[in-house]
T-cell receptor, first 112, second 115 residues
Framework: KNEVEQSPQNLTAQEGEFITINCSYSVGISALHWLQQHPGGGIVSLFMLSSGKKKHGRLIATINIQEKHSSLHITASHPRDSAVYIC??????????????FGKGTHLIIQP | EPEVTQTPSHQVTQMGQEVILRCVPISNHLYFYWYRQILGQKVEFLVS????????KSEIFDDQFSVERPDGSNFTLKIRSTKLEDSAMYFC?????????????FGQGTRLTVV
C-alpha cells in the first residue's frame, strides 16, 4: 500500500513569497501528479511528472525518484494561488487503468 | 477547452435509496475514474474503467456500487442502497492514456447528501 505524505498541512504566506510544498511516498511509482483544489471543490491538474522538473508559469514541480520525494514551488505568490494543493501518485498499471492515491493536501493561504 | 461534466451538482437522497451519478468524460479519452471525498478528508479512489470494463477498484467499491458506460458518451456511478456514510463529494475523471503517462481531467463533482 502506498502512503502519500504532504507537508506542511497548512501554510500562510504573504503575497510575493516563494512557496514550497513537499510530498513523499512510500513505494515505487510510475508518475506523480500535483493537483489544485479550490474552495468550490473542483480539482484541476497542474503537473504530471515521472522524472526531473516541469515548469508552468510561476509553478515548478520537481521529483526525485530515488528519494521518493517531490516538491511544488510557487514563485511570486499571489492571493489567487490560495487553494489546497494535492499530491497524488500513480502505480504502473501494465496497460490498464490505475487510480491515483492521494495525499491529504496542503491548504495554502496567500495574504495580500 | 474540453471538460468533464457531472450531473447533478448536488443530490439529496434518503438512506436506502438508489442514486445514479452521471458523468460525460472528454470525448477522445479512453480511461475513466470515480473518486470520492468525504468532507474534510482526502480524495479516495473508487474505481477505474477501461476498454468497457472495470480495470481496478478499491476496498470502498463494494457490491453496493456499480459503474456503466451505457453509450458512447456517459459514464455513470450507481449506489444501490445509500448509507449515511456515502455522503461525500463524488468526482469523475478521465484521461487519454493511463495516469503513468498523462494527466487526469476532473469534473466539478457531485455533492451527495444522504439523510
Amino acid at each position: 500500500k502506498n502512503e502519500v505524505e504532504q507537508s506542511p498541512q497548512n501554510l500562510t504566506a504573504q503575497e510575493g513569497e516563494f512557496i514550497t510544498i513537499n510530498c513523499s511516498y512510500s513505494v515505487g511509482i510510475s508518475a506523480l501528479h500535483w493537483l489544485q483544489q479550490h474552495p468550490g471543490g473542483g480539482i484541476v491538474s497542474l503537473f504530471m511528472l515521472s522524472s526531473g522538473k516541469k515548469k508552468h508559469g510561476r509553478l515548478i514541480a520537481t521529483i526525485n525518484i530515488q528519494e521518493k520525494h517531490s516538491s511544488l514551488h510557487i514563485t511570486a505568490s499571489h492571493p489567487r494561488d490560495s487553494a489546497v494543493y494535492i499530491c497524488a501518485v500513480s502505480l504502473y498499471s501494465g496497460g490498464g487503468a490505475d487510480g491515483l492515491t492521494f495525499g491529504k493536501g496542503t491548504h495554502l493561504i496567500i495574504q495580500p | 477547452e474540453p471538460e468533464v461534466t457531472q450531473t447533478p451538482s448536488h443530490q439529496v437522497t434518503q438512506m436506502g435509496q438508489e442514486v445514479i451519478l452521471r458523468c460525460v468524460p472528454i470525448s477522445n479519452h479512453l480511461y475513466f475514474y470515480w473518486y470520492r471525498q468525504i468532507l474534510g478528508q482526502k480524495v479516495e479512489f473508487l474505481v477505474s474503467f477501461y476498454n468497457n470494463e472495470i480495470s481496478e477498484k478499491s476496498e470502498i467499491f463494494d457490491d453496493q456500487f456499480s459503474v456503466e458506460r451505457p453509450d458512447g458518451s456517459n459514464f455513470t456511478l450507481k449506489i444501490r442502497s445509500t448509507k449515511l456514510e456515502d455522503s461525500a463529494m463524488y468526482f469523475c475523471a478521465s484521461s487519454e492514456q493511463g495516469l503513468e503517462n498523462t494527466e487526469a481531467f476532473f469534473g466539478q463533482g457531485t455533492r451527495l447528501t444522504v439523510v
